[in-house]
């Protein structure tokens, strides 16, 4: 019987991993923000991104990113995209320093102007410590100097948009992969 219920324990756990339910594929409300953006370099080419959430996994970030790009380059009312390089790193989740969301109000008088800490997470420059609340009291700058903001992983591409069968590449060492424009659906496959 000790067996038996080990076993079930086991499918029990099993079933719910492998059932968590994927993240919502979004824009981005504002930089720093999870979710997907794009930006058009110099050159012509595109930086598309994908920023995750707090446990979302890097296959699934990855995927969004190829997703973004797809339905971009369908947009730019173009065939295809080709990615030029790819990057995966962490990246500060939020651009402001959220300290006062986790040490405001409810730590002491906390509200009114000044009581947000600047958006690097440093003490302000000059010797008043406008940081927030802390039992009261300002926020000591060893408690400032020892907190890191939230890490997420972050996808970036850069691709270039084209359509036609004569792709060039000048400048590259190497032949890009190209995928076909998307519209709004799965993450784009190669092209053959």
Known sequence: MKRFSLVAAAFIAVVAVSGA?????????????AGYFNVLEEGGFWTVGYTGEPGQSNREIAEYAMRRAGDLAAEQHKEWFAV????????????????????????????GANTSAPVSGAPAGNSRNNTGTFGGEAVPNSVLERWEPRKVRQTL??????????????????????????????????KP
């Open 84 to 111: 030029l390089t790819t990057t995966n790193r962490m990246v500060q989740l939020g651009v402001a320093d959220d300290l006062q969301m986790r040490a405001g109000n409810f730590m002491g008088s906390g509200g």
């Open 21 to 33: 339910e994927a993240k919502e594929y979004k824009a981005a409300a504002k930089p720093g923000d």
């Open 157 to 190: 591409l850069v691709i270039e948009l084209g359509s036609g069968d004569n792709a060039s590449f000048p400048g590259l060492d190497h032949t890009p992969e190209i995928f076909p424009a998307t519209g709004a659906g799965a993450a784009p496959s190669p």
